[in-house]
């Protein structure tokens, strides 16, 4: 690597360290990070409870689109729940980035949408409903802050950013400027 890619990596990497120490540390995160463990809470205790009672009276159809859709919110709001430790987990110091990276392509958050609706998905406890659709609101929010992540890691963010541009462009020229003057 030449001096200006040196640099220029060593400039990206601090952009990407402050971006995710700001971000980790952001109102918005705590915010997600809380919704996030606060619905994983609330699901195991609407499944484990009211949950219960409620699929006894829907009938063959009705349970069979309860426990698929119960499985599919678990699987999405585990996934989720990982994504969010993870980067809290950075944030904190205990994993470095690389180790981060290597975590996070365990984590599927493409494929645990919606999903297709099932017969009987209509007869479906309002609870059972109410959780689906937090859920999936939260599953967007959290799609949205992994693209700006995954952006900030590839350094994208840095090359499409008018003043990191500048900024790279300007350490640049002060360190040719060092190595020649």
Do not use: C
């Not at 640099?7 to 990497?13: A, L, V």
């Not at 950075?90 to 990276?101: C, N, W």
């Not at 309002?126 to 999936?136: D, E, M």
């Amino acid at each position: 690597m030449s001096g200006s890619d040196s640099n220029q990596h060593s400039s990206r990497s601090e952009v990407l360290i402050d971006f995710m120490a700001r971000f980790t540390t952001s109102q918005q995160f705590h915010k997600v990070f809380q919704e996030g463990m606060g619905l994983v809470e609330e699901t195991a205790a609407y499944l484990d409870g009211p949950g219960r009672q409620e699929v006894r009276g829907l009938g063959r159809q009705g349970a069979i689109a309860y426990a698929t859709e119960s499985m599919r919110l678990t699987t999405r709001l585990m996934q989720l729940a990982s994504w969010l430790l993870l980067q809290r987990a950075v944030s904190a110091g205990e994993l470095t980035r690389e180790a981060a990276e290597n975590e996070q392509q365990r984590i599927n958050l493409g494929e645990i949408g919606a999903g297709h609706d099932l017969d009987g998905t209509e007869r479906l406890p309002t609870g059972l409903k109410a959780l689906v659709a937090r859920s999936l609101r939260l599953h967007e929010r959290v799609v949205t802050l992994d693209a700006m992540v995954r952006e900030a890691q590839s350094g994208a963010g840095t090359a499409a950013n008018p003043v990191a541009n500048q900024m790279d462009r300007l350490a640049q020229t002060f360190a040719r400027t060092r190595t020649t003057g």
